[in-house]
């Protein structure tokens, strides 16, 4: 009768367990923390917020490029029988080449 | 101080050995808690939640509440679980008697077939890339053949007993 729970697999299966269970109703005196609050959603705003800054990072440098940039090139033809895309072509985005400092040389990996 | 609210058992529901555990008595209902020292995060507490739970469940039913359930006091958990909810709780306890839920993590669904038919219910649960992931609710006495169905099928993780987390919402089973 005795079955211990498998040590290895607790973990999964807290995560599969996490928001189950019965919820009591809460009270002035009784409440149930909404987990996803507590640990997904905390998650999932530290992730927006960094994906957000990179966006604009991003939509910066292509600012900058625009604004330096005296003439926009007409599309070229694209398709079949010369017909033009619907998109223009791209803008050349500069890239800041990698700082030799900050990324390790293959044979330094070694 | 805060507390914590596991689960709820019978009053007479034994305490596993060294458990951080104490029972609050209402009739014949208990509610399982632990204190909340100020300041501690309930997420920190959700695997000490799941493993309290768990060695309860080995000396008889126990309703899991869901993790984050917390209490101003003691009187809070009388009046406001176990008084409020009685007629639910008792409900679900008598449904429980007999009962545990244990998980099978396969990388293939091929075979589990012998479990399903020594089941009371079966349940499907969230699968990722690597498993296919189901709850069982099983009679107590066929927990070790259970187990020993799973060691024979291949790659398959047996986790139980557990608490019948995946069976609260589903009484028709019964007819009830």
């Known amino acids: 009768m005795t079955a211990p729970v498998t040590p290895g697999g607790l973990a999964e299966t807290l995560n599969i367990l996490l928001d189950k269970g019965l919820v009591i109703d809460a009270t002035v005196r009784v409440s149930v923390i909404g987990i996803e609050i507590l640990t997904i959603e905390a998650k999932i705003v530290i992730a927006s917020v960094d994906t ?4 604009l990072e991003a939509m910066h440098r292509l600012d900058l490029t625009r604004r330096t940039a005296t003439t926009i090139p007409p599309p070229g033809t694209q398709g079949l029988l010369g017909t033009h895309g619907l998109l223009p072509m791209a803008v050349p985005v500069p890239i800041a080449p990698p700082n ?10 070694e | 101080m805060t507390l914590h609210v596991h689960g709820i058992v019978a009053a007479g529901h034994p305490l596993p050995a060294n458990s951080p555990l104490r029972l609050v008595v209402w009739q014949d209902l208990a509610a399982a808690v632990t ?6 995060s309930v997420a920190a507490d959700s695997l000490p939640h799941l493993e309290l739970l768990c060695a309860l469940v080995r000396d008889g039913p126990v309703v899991p509440l869901r993790l984050g359930t917390l209490a101003d006091d003691e009187d809070a958990v009388r009046a406001d679980v176990l008084r409020a909810g009685a007629a639910r709780l008792r409900f679900q306890l008598q449904r429980l008697a007999g009962v545990v839920e244990v998980h099978v993590y396969v990388r293939s669904s091929w075979g589990v077939g012998s479990l399903a038919a020594l089941a009371e219910d079966t349940a499907v649960l969230p699968s990722d890339h690597a498993s296919h992931r189901r709850a069982y609710l099983i009679a107590r006495e066929n927990l070790s053949v259970a187990r020993a169905a799973v060691a024979e099928m291949d790659a398959a993780t047996f986790v139980g007993p ?9 009484p028709s089973r019964w007819g009830w």
Not at chain 1, 100 to 109: G, I, S
Not at chain 2, 35 to 40: A, K, L
Request: hydrophobic share 40%.
């Open chain 2, 35 to 40: 204190s909340v020292p100020p300041g501690r």
């Open chain 2, 162 to 170: 557990l608490p019948a987390f995946s069976f609260l919402d589903t």
């Open chain 1, 100 to 109: 030799p400092a900050a990324v390790p040389l293959e044979n330094e990996l």
């Open chain 1, 52 to 55: 957000y800054i990179r966006y």
